[in-house]
Structures are given as C-alpha cells and as structure tokens.
C-alpha cells in the first residue's frame, strides 16, 4: 500500500530554471494539498485541489502553478525558480473528514 | 485569520516520563484536529484526529483531548521512550477543508 508518493526526493535547480513535482495517491482521495517546509516558518500551504479538475490558492502560491488532471495526482510546477523557493516540498492527500496523509517530501535546493 | 501555536517549543526528558504536548488555535471554528509526528528529515505521520465533536482520542500510549471552545487541544504521552524523540506537530482543519499547522514541539527523551 503506497499511499502519498513524492517524486522526486531531492533535487537541485539553476535560478531562472523550471521543473514539476508530482504527488501520486492510491487512496481514492478527493483532497490534495501542496506544502512547502522552511526553518522558523513551519508548514505553508501552496495550493490545494477539492476534486479532480479543480485547484485553489492557498497561503503562499505566488511563483507556483498546480494541475490536478487526474484524481490520484496533482503536479506542482515552478515555472522559474528562485532560491526563494528552496525548500522541502510535501503532498498530502485526505477525504473530507478523515485523517491526512503526507509523502515523504522532495528538497528542492536552487542555486 | 487562524493562528496555531504549540508550547513548549522543545522539551527534553529522561526515559519513562508520562508529558504533555499543547496546542492552542484562535478560531474554535474548526472540522477537526489532527496530530503528527515528524523525524529528522522525514515526512509527517498521523498520530490521532480528533473529529470536533470529540473530546478525547487515544492510541496505545498517546491520548490527545480537544476543548474547541477554548481553542485547546493536548497531546499526552506515557511512559516515554527515547523512540518518541521526534518534532510534533499539531493541525487544524478549518471548514474551508486546508489545514493550518502550529510550529510544532521538539521533543527529546534520554535513555
């Protein structure tokens, strides 16, 4: 049972470069949610899908695209990235009232 | 705006001590509460959820209680062991179904 799966784990970015993070559940979820993870500022959220086709902005979304084409995945892009976004990216995926389930993360270094 | 905060920031204890981890959020207007348990470098696994009309939730040595009209909730670990060191971290699930986590607790227990 795989549950919430990140790919990939660690990756290092050029300034200026773009790349896509994809987050796949084989829960039957409806709700995906993008986190990212820094020193200090805790867990953030990104954006957030409620249905497959659907997505919204959450806390902090600028500089971050997101497309939830098919139900069990929901991709994040950085289209440019800046050494702003280095981070630790989480995925999490859950029902409406149930408990959450988060991957294991991507560190996403840019230089 | 909801805001999550978690006392103490770090605690650190000898083997076998029972503790208590607390959660505090601003708006009790919540769907539910969920806490987790983060190692080093590692992604967030589920602890307990305790649904809004509940008040208390236990799994083997962990009891979490919840006061939503306080704006409160507590993590309670028994006899303590140096495998429970780890950051937890408390959430919030608001009615608009995004979570939003507090700091989180860094605990460590002495052998």
């Known amino acids: 049972n795989a549950g919430v799966t990140q790919t990939p784990k660690f990756r290092v970015l050029k300034t200026g470069q773009s790349m896509t993070l994809l987050c796949a559940q084989d829960?039957?979820?409806?709700?995906m949610y993008w986190y990212r993870q820094d020193p200090g500022m805790g867990l953030r959220l990104i954006h957030y899908?409620?249905?497959?086709?659907?997505?919204a902005k959450g806390e902090v979304p600028d500089g971050y695209n997101v497309s939830r084409l098919k139900k069990q995945n929901f991709l994040l892009g950085l289209e440019s990235a800046a050494p702003s976004q280095t981070s630790v990216y989480f995925c999490?995926?859950?029902?409406?009232?149930?408990?959450?389930?988060f991957g294991q993360g991507t560190r996403l270094t840019v230089v | 705006k909801q805001e999550v905060t978690q006392i103490p920031a770090a605690l650190s204890v000898p083997e076998g001590e029972n503790l208590v981890l607390n959660c505090s959020f601003t708006?009790?207007?919540?769907?539910?509460l969920q806490w987790f348990r983060q190692d080093p470098g590692k992604g967030l696994t589920s602890l307990l959820l305790i649904q809004s009309s509940q008040r208390e939730q236990t799994s083997g040595r962990l009891n979490a209680s919840l006061d939503k009209s306080s704006g409160r909730s507590t993590l309670y670990i028994a006899a303590s062991q140096p495998g429970d060191s780890a950051t937890y971290l408390c959430a919030v699930r608001l009615y608009g179904q995004n979570f939003v986590f507090g700091p989180g607790t860094r605990l460590s227990v002495l052998p």
């Open positions: 708006d009790s207007a919540i769907y539910n």
């Open positions: 829960m039957n979820h409806e709700y």
């Open positions: 899908s409620v249905g497959e086709g659907t997505t």
């Open positions: 999490a995926s859950s029902y409406s009232n149930t408990e959450a389930f």
